[in-house]
């Protein structure tokens, strides 16, 4: 990196830290128990300039590369993984407006992105972890294409205004389209009230008929799960960082814990027992945040990244919900009780088991690379 963007790079670590330290980690158990942002909390991030970090200058953005962005949500996690996960969700979306759209698009919708949210939309009630089995349709009308369907479970689902969205064509071949809200026939579903990242919107979005412009296709037809997958794979970099970022609170909270607290006269950071549960916490966060950087270096150098991007949500998201484990048994009673956030860090780290692909999926993706290369 040289000089100036490592500097830009910094300030932009150090403005997020602060933010988080003195906007979200205060608000972080609140967020939990209201299953909600409060009001005017995310337009604080819009304010500070936080959803352009990886657009290009031409569009408005701030241009930081993908690492560094990367380390920004993992920063933000410490507080708050919801709101890293929404940012996310939106990045992972970006990306692939960058890579595939068309430039008439690029120029109408990356330059809302400022203060618009973006959000990529596969799944439905009949494909999950197969999108083979979804059935929106988008049906070719002159120039236009007539969008029906129905997605489930989307991140920022609600709170976005622009979705990615897969459908299938007359011919059954994948295809995704940008889909504006304020398009005639768009409307919201239910909101999930799932049992983690609390905060983050996740919901369904509903297309009656839309008509979409030609020029909102992404990539081609039949490019479909090409561009799904290659939204997984940037979503699982940063996904690795949020991880981290919760694998540090859960270790900031044990080693505080063990400092202050006594087997009758001797500290608990003294006892074996503890420091082993210390060391398996701060090592397997440094795991996975050498695994989600070396898949962004990867991805910047142009390498293929996706089998490094799965290792570090795959090995992340089971090894934090082991070590908010562990990080419990440190506190003992007090870890069990929300007075304590280690719950809910659990819970947190719990949906990246699921989100993006299930590790079941990675598990196999992973293997079979190995045995194939
Ligand atoms: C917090 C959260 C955020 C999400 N955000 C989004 C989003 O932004 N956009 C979006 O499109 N979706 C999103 N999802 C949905 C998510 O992608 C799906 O839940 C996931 O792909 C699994 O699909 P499913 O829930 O239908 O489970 P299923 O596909 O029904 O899987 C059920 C079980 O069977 C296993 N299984 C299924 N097929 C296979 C296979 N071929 N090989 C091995 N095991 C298999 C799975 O691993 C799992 O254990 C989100 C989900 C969560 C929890």
């Not at 609140?30 to 290009?56: C, H, R, S, W």
């Not at 909102?216 to 996904?239: F, T």
Request: aromatic fraction near 6%; proline fraction near 2%.
């Amino acid at each position: 990196m040289e000089n100036q963007e490592k500097m830009a790079a910094s300030m932009l670590h150090r403005m997020v830290r602060e933010f988080t330290e003195n906007e979200l980690a205060p608000l972080d158990m609140e967020i939990d128990a209201q299953g909600d942002y409060p009001q005017g909390l995310f337009q604080k991030v819009i304010d500070n300039g936080l959803l352009t970090m990886t657009l290009p200058r031409e569009y408005g953005g701030a241009g930081f590369s993908y690492d560094s962005v990367a380390k920004a949500i993992h920063l933000m996690a410490i507080g708050n993984a919801s709101m890293a996960v929404t940012l996310e969700g939106h990045f992972k979306t970006l990306e692939q407006l960058l890579k595939y759209g068309d430039q008439r698009l690029k120029d109408e919708y990356l330059t809302s992105a400022a203060h618009r949210i973006f959000a990529f939309s596969q799944t439905e009630s009949s494909g999950g972890s197969n999108p083979r089995g979804i059935a929106t349709r988008a049906v070719k009308s002159g120039d236009d294409w007539i969008i029906t369907g129905d997605k489930i479970m989307i991140t920022n689902g609600g709170l976005a205004q622009v979705y990615c969205v897969l459908a299938k064509t007359e011919d059954d071949q994948m295809a995704v389209f940008v889909v504006d809200q304020d398009m005639p026939g768009f409307s919201f579903g239910k909101r999930e009230d799932f049992i983690g990242l609390r905060g983050t919107p996740v919901g369904e979005i509903v297309m009656d008929h839309i008509k979409v412009p030609g020029y909102h296709l992404l990539g081609q037809i039949g490019q479909g799960l090409e561009i799904g997958n290659n939204a997984h794979d940037d979503a699982r970099i940063l996904m690795g960082a949020v991880l981290t970022g919760i694998m540090e609170h859960e270790l900031q909270i044990a080693v505080d814990y063990s400092k202050q607290r006594k087997a009758l006269d001797t500290p608990l950071y003294e006892l074996q027992t503890i420091q082993e549960k210390i060391s398996e916490i701060a090592i397997a966060r440094q795991n996975t945040e050498l695994l989600y950087q070396h898949a962004a270096q990867l991805k910047i150098t142009g390498q293929s990244y996706a089998q490094v991007a799965a290792m570090a949500k795959s090995y992340g998201s089971r090894a934090a919900v082991r070590c908010g484990d562990m990080a419990l048994q440190v506190l003992a009673g007090y870890g069990y009780s929300r007075e304590y956030p280690i719950e809910h860090l659990i819970r947190d780290a719990r949906a990246m088991e699921i989100a993006e692909g299930t590790v079941e999926r990675m598990s196999g993706e992973i293997a079979l690379k190995q045995v194939n290369q």
